[in-house]
């Protein structure tokens, strides 16, 4: 009897769902050769999530910002930009 008892406890609580997150900002620390085109890439396929990078380099930030000379150098990442 005890089993059976077990099993329907392990049943249920393998059943039981952690209530759903809705993520709608993201802060990433670091705009270098990871963080940058990682949440560029977030940006482009998850429009309605705010993405926000912060680094200690102003100027790095700032290159992001223009479009010209990004601060790394990655394949196709000039088009994820330029579609913001």
Same mark, same amino acid.
């Given at each position: ?13 393998? *059943?039981?769902?952690?209530? *759903?997150?809705? #993520?709608?900002?993201?802060?990433? #620390? ?7 085109? *990682?949440?560029? !890439? ?8 705010? #993405? *926000? ?18 601060? #790394?150098?990655? !394949? ?9």
């Amino acid at each position: 009897m005890s089993s059976i008892f077990f099993y329907l406890f392990v049943l249920q609580a393998s *059943t039981v769902r952690a209530p *759903t997150m809705v #993520i709608k900002k993201i802060c990433c #620390i670091g705009a270098g050769y990871v963080g940058g085109p *990682t949440c560029s !890439v977030m940006a482009l396929k998850c429009p309605d999530i705010e #993405i *926000t990078v912060v680094d200690l380099s102003k100027d790095r930030i700032d290159q992001w910002n223009s479009n010209d000379k990004l601060p #790394i150098y990655e !394949v196709h990442i000039i088009l994820f930009i330029k579609n913001k």
